[in-house]
Every structure is written in C-alpha cells, then in structure tokens.
C-alpha cells in the first residue's frame, strides 16, 4: 500500500505565501517523478509542478511560473512546493501524487499512479 501525505495548507492572504509538503514512502520516492496538482470548486484538476527523482528537472504550469518551485529532499523521502505571490483564484485542494515510470515529468494527470489525499490552501483577498 503507498500513502502519500501532505501537509501546509491553510489560509493566506493575496501577495502572501505557503509551503507544502509531501511525505511518501521511501521506496515509492526513490524512483518517482512527484507532481503537485490542484482543484478549485467547479473546476477541473490542474498540473502545477512536477519534479524528477534526481531533481535535475522539473517542470510548472505557465501560470505559476516564477511564483512557485518545487523540490525534493530524498533523504528525507519529501517534496515541497513553495508558493508565493499567492492569488485568490489559486484556492483549492492541493494533491501530491508520485509517478513511477515516466522518463519526462509530465502534466497528465493518468500517468501518476499514487496520490495523497489534499490539503486545502485558502487565499483571501
């Protein structure tokens, strides 16, 4: 069974920041490409970030592009995504997810086999 687990959501301000992190199993961490998703009410999931095992190369959705970065502590079987800048459309449940086949990080959502359950991120205006 892998479980992924995230944590550091909560309320913020706009122009304000967070950082979020993402717990998974050694074994599953290890040899993942691990993505950060979103979904807003009424909308449909989104990519944000993704990043390789060795974190030599990510990848971000042009919308957050120099606002967020993700990276990933291997020793410590976690991934984190700092956010900055923060706008209020950004509110929604933010996922973790580990895809442990693809060569690229991707931005589809169906290659990324395990999943945390959320953590709600809030910005108000």
């Known amino acids: 069974q892998v479980q992924l687990v995230e944590s550091g959501g909560g309320l913020v301000q706009a122009g304000g920041s967070l950082r979020l992190s993402c717990a998974a199993p050694?074994?599953?961490?290890?040899?993942?490409?691990m993505g950060w998703f979103r979904q807003a009410p009424g909308k449909e999931r989104e990519f944000v970030a993704g990043?390789?095992?060795?974190?030599?190369?990510?990848n971000y959705a042009d919308s957050v592009k120099g606002r967020f970065t993700i990276s990933r502590d291997n020793a410590k079987n976690t991934v984190y995504l700092q956010m900055n800048s923060l706008r209020p459309e950004e509110t929604a449940v933010y996922r973790c997810?580990?895809?442990?086949?693809?060569?690229?990080?991707?931005?589809?959502?169906?290659?990324?086999?395990?999943w945390g359950q959320g953590t709600k991120v809030t910005v108000s205006s």
């Open positions: 990043i390789k095992w060795s974190g030599g190369s990510t």
């Open positions: 997810a580990a895809d442990p086949r693809s060569y690229r990080v991707l931005s589809r959502a169906y290659t990324y086999d395990y």
């Open positions: 050694g074994r599953t961490f290890r040899s993942s490409t």
